[in-house]
């Protein structure tokens, strides 16, 4: 089973969604695919597979839902619509880990993670049990800054990097079918030695039907084959100087 990350480092790129499609694409393929929402404290995978209340075994295991031939766990299967999740950042990240450790998934060929945007401290303790991870990002400038924190990170974990998605890259003129960049900044990641596996315009159906149907999941595939591990940077004066600063 290849465990795989869905990360962004960015609220509002369409994470969910890219992780969602994944999941859905890979089953479609004829994969066993199991998807755990680890946005504890803003979950969405339930919204888009259905809100089916998350089931306990007798043996105190949850018992995944299933739809579109996804297996799937999330906490906003508990957690009442609209409210907050005011848990404190361990037991947070203690969810994380419960959901993906303690859900009878069976046999799976992929176990799809949808990370939570920032780097709290369920990100960092969940990212380095991945095999692998794919970054979601938008087109602008502070997207890009916030994936370059991220591939950092798994840098520093050692955890490999498939490569980068650009979700709404452009736009699609309804009328001559002509396409226009929504964001004029350059979104290559090249120099830092991830390739960019697919770029996705801005899809105004996305938002009824909420995956992408036409997914190119054998490009997804071949870059989950061969993930870039990237070498770790010798230590920098800011980065002892953070170090210092950590020490109790």
Same mark, same amino acid.
């Given at each position: 089973m290849l465990k795989i990350g869905v990360v962004s480092g960015k609220g509002g790129v369409g994470k969910t969604t890219i992780a969602v499609s994944l999941a859905v694409a890979l089953a479609k393929k004829g994969f066993r695919v199991g998807l755990v929402d680890v946005d504890i404290t803003g979950p969405n995978v339930h919204d888009i597979l259905g809100?089916?209340?998350?089931? @306990?075994?007798? %043996?105190?295991?949850? &018992?995944?839902? =299933?739809?579109?031939?996804?297996?799937?766990?999330? +906490?906003?299967? #508990? *957690?009442?619509?609209?409210?907050?999740?005011?848990?404190?950042?361990?037991?947070?990240?203690?969810?994380?880990?419960?959901?993906?450790?303690?859900?009878?998934?069976?046999e799976l060929d992929f176990l799809i993670f949808d990370f939570p945007p920032n780097f709290g401290p369920e990100t960092l303790e969940v990212l380095p049990l991945m095999d692998v991870?794919?970054?979601?990002?938008?087109?602008?400038?502070?997207?890009?800054?916030?994936?370059?924190?991220?591939?950092?990170?798994?840098?520093?974990?050692?955890?490999?990097?498939?490569?980068?998605?650009?979700?709404?890259?452009?736009?699609?003129?309804? @009328?001559?079918? %002509?396409?226009?960049? &929504?964001?004029? =900044?350059?979104?290559?990641?090249?120099?830092?030695? +991830?390739?960019? #596996? *697919?770029?996705f315009p801005v899809m105004p159906e996305v938002s009824e039907r909420k995956i992408i149907n036409d997914f190119p999941v054998e490009r997804f595939l071949e870059a989950i084959r061969s993930p870039v591990l990237l070498r770790k940077k010798q230590r920098s004066l800011k980065r002892r100087l953070l170090e210092l600063l950590l020490r109790r």
């Open positions: 809100k089916h209340e998350l089931e @306990v075994s007798r %043996s105190d295991r949850f &018992v995944p839902s =299933e739809s579109m031939g996804v297996k799937y766990v999330s +906490v906003g299967q #508990i *957690a009442s619509d609209g409210l907050p999740i005011l848990w404190e950042p361990r037991n947070v990240a203690s969810a994380a880990k419960q959901l993906m450790e303690r859900t009878e998934w069976g991870v794919v970054v979601v990002t938008a087109p602008s400038a502070l997207s890009k800054s916030k994936v370059e924190r991220m591939i950092e990170a798994c840098r520093e974990y050692g955890v490999r990097v498939a490569g980068v998605v650009v979700n709404m890259s452009y736009a699609v003129c309804p @009328v001559c079918g %002509s396409r226009f960049r &929504v964001f004029p =900044e350059d979104h290559s990641f090249e120099e830092l030695g +991830v390739p960019t #596996i *697919a770029e």
